[in-house]
């Protein structure tokens, strides 16, 4: 029965990853997260970035970047926690709630404008190591609660890379900066006209990348009225 040994193993990998994908704690309920896990997913913020670089985008998150949410997102990222998307897909949906309410986009008027969210573009290598873009993914979900809750709402991949640029752990704030100038190009800007445009990301640290996510976006004529993450990060400055 050559079938039943990688069978075996399979179900046993499932049964694996329904340990809390926060606190590593068993989920008998089956859970992605246990209760303690999934409440800080919940909109404890607003969590800020201190606006390190100028220009970054008003930044609406729903958590701290600190453990158990940075297991959260290093699992779903790096290590096969598909089953961690849609728990992180809402609470990215409540960051842009967040973001929404104020950046003075109208949520009361019969004609709510569309909301395109906009995913920070990830690098070749880590969409080919990952086998996917985590980032895009993680919009569409949000795009798809939003939804849910009557609020028009789509993810659209309207930046892309206009060179290559490095990993920015471990520069200074600086070698970031530079790094990051110009890195941006918009695309499909026709499709955003009228939207509620905000960007989307896991983290938010020095902000170096969504101010050049906005840049690049406002040279293409698409004005951004913030950014919204599951987690932000104090960076030193
Ligand atoms: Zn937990």
Redesign the pocket.
Known sequence: MPLVRPLWAALMDLAAERD?G??G?PQPSGEP??P??DGLLADGGPWRTLAAVPGTPRTHAVARYED?VRTMLIGYKERGRADLRRVLGRALARAVAGTLETGGAPTTTPRRPPVALIPMPSRRKAVRDRGQDTTARLAGTAARALREVGVPARAVSALRHARAVEDQAGLSRQERAANLSGALRARRAAALAGAAVVLVDDISTSGASLAEAARALRAAGVPVIGAATIAAARVRM
Do not use: K
Request: charged content about 20%.
């Open positions: 809390c926060g606190c704690r997260l246990c303690d896990c158990p």
